[in-house]
């Protein structure tokens, strides 16, 4: 019922910067949380930024100060601002949503990824 769609992704250079959008469609009642994750080649799944629904973050220590993460309630938005972008900063980024849709509770929804890659 809900889809999350990713864009902004793509090459750029070290030191660079990339926008990444996320757009929920579909049936929500209400929005808790909204997030980024990511997974680079060989590695586990990590949470890069979380937003919750009072707009307080969190960031994982490696891209704290690099990264921002923002949301459009209106447009049931969500948006990673990627600055200083490093090699190890490659993945594949991954939108995430938690959401009451229904009557009968709450569900995480997942994007289907957007490659982000950063060259030397």
């Known amino acids: ?3 999350l769609v ?9 030191g660079g910067s990339l926008r990444l959008s996320c757009a929920a469609s579909g049936s929500i009642l209400t929005i808790y949380t909204m997030a980024w994750h990511r997974q680079a080649p060989g590695k586990q799944r990590e949470l890069v930024a979380l937003i919750r629904s009072g707009d307080s ?9 690099r990264f921002t993460i923002s949301r459009d309630v209106a447009k049931k938005m969500v948006y990673l601002q990627m600055n200083s972008l ?3 900063d490659t ?8 959401a009451r ?3 009968y509770g709450d569900y995480d929804y997942w994007g289907q990824g957007t490659q982000v890659t950063v060259s030397p």
Request: with cysteine.
């Open 1 to 3: 019922q809900v889809r």
């Open 6 to 14: 990713e864009s902004g992704g793509g090459l750029v250079q070290a």
């Open 57 to 65: 973050t969190n960031y994982a220590d490696s891209v704290r100060g």
């Open 86 to 88: 490093k090699p190890e």
């Open 91 to 98: 993945a594949v980024y991954y939108c995430n949503v938690r």
């Open 101 to 103: 849709v229904n009557y």
